[in-house]
């Protein structure tokens, strides 16, 4: 007889973010708005527990913003965000402290550079055990046995406790960084180019360690990269970025190998091929990248786009579903 298994339930919904930040006038004053940035404009997907998304696209995108706003680092325009069934914006407005800080413990974002993102005057043992102090999540008298646990999950040693991240480098400095992340027992990691900085062996191992404690701890990734190699390996479902808009979501088999939207397949062909006698067609894209203060009325890309007609000019692209699972903003489909 065979065995039903449940669909994973969504953990992350977000729903219309919108995030514009204000031009001021120049001067002393700076006080008269005179634009926006539409850093992230009318965004949405879900992430499914214990699932990893990866947000792809240039930089400049909204990539980071998107993740920021997620958290309420940076407040939103409007939208809205559900965390397992709440919504995250209405508890962060409520200035509700316990549930603020038992949302934070679950939510957490791992940095892209480990040389700025841990704080030099720190050991290992207060950088990692500060949040047991913050969240007290943890007695006192157990703290020391949780940081040598969390050290050997992240691959590092016991002795490595009472040492400055000067004496580390930058793989070992990141393993730190995730051990921090860990110690409040999240459900939910922002993973914002968290191996950008890295050398290439390393990379991998970072990613591995990352995957295995993922499987482990039953975690669920928003991962956000422009290496679009470790992109295909890493994510269950890609979304693709342009200027503040998400313009394709669907696995990374149809994403990497029959892609709908023109700029993903432009983002696609630029991926460096290892055999010398492979032969892809480049697709070269015309102009530059839009201003998000003044992005083009309807399609974003048609300036750049091959295949734009009168249509992309006057309206804007919706996402929506072309094939199960398969979401894309163009006319063209």
């Not at 995957?211 to 295909?232: A, C, E, P, R």
């Not at 998400?246 to 990374?252: L, Y």
């Not at 088999?253 to 023109?262: A, D, G, H, L, V």
Request: glycine share 6%; with cysteine; net charge positive.
């Amino acid at each position: 007889m065979s065995e039903n298994l449940e669909e994973p339930r969504s953990l992350l919904e977000v729903n219309e973010l919108v995030k514009y930040f204000p031009v001021l006038s120049k001067g002393i004053l700076r006080t008269k708005r005179v634009a926006w940035v539409h850093a992230c404009d009318n965004v949405s997907f879900n992430i499914k527990e214990g699932e990893t998304l990866g947000l792809v696209g240039e930089s400049g995108c909204g990539k980071t913003t998107v993740a920021r706003t997620i958290l309420y680092l940076i407040s939103p325009t409007s939208g809205e965000v559900y965390f397992d069934g709440k919504n995250l914006f209405e508890i962060f407005n409520s200035k509700n402290t316990s549930e603020i800080l038992e949302l934070r413990s679950k939510m957490q974002l791992i940095f892209q550079n480990p040389y700025t993102s841990l704080n030099p005057r720190m050991s290992v043992k207060d950088i990692i055990t500060e949040p047991f102090k913050i969240h007290g999540n943890i007695p006192k008298e157990k703290m020391d046995d949780k940081l040598f646990e969390l050290l050997e999950m992240v691959g590092l040693e016991s002795y490595h406790a009472n040492r400055y991240p000067h004496e580390f480098s930058g793989g070992q400095r990141q393993r730190i960084g995730i051990a921090r992340v860990l110690a409040v027992e999240p459900k939910f990691l922002i993973l914002d180019e968290p191996v950008a900085s890295l050398d290439m062996s390393i990379r991998s191992q970072i990613l591995k360690l990352l995957s295995g404690l993922q499987q482990k701890m039953k975690l669920t990734f928003l991962y956000i990269s422009h290496d679009l190699n470790s992109v295909m390996h890493v994510s269950n479902k890609v979304a693709v970025m342009y200027v503040g808009k998400i313009v394709e979501v669907a696995d990374p088999e149809i994403i990497f190998k029959n892609p709908s939207n023109p700029y993903t397949q432009a983002l696609i062909s630029a991926i460096p091929v290892i055999d010398p006698k492979t032969k892809i067609e480049k697709i070269i894209l015309k102009g530059e990248v839009p201003s998000a203060i003044n992005p083009p009325k309807g399609c974003r890309f048609h300036p750049r786009c091959n295949y734009a007609f009168d249509r992309c000019k006057k309206e804007e692209p919706k996402l929506k579903e072309i094939k199960k699972d398969h979401l894309c903003a163009c006319h063209l489909v």
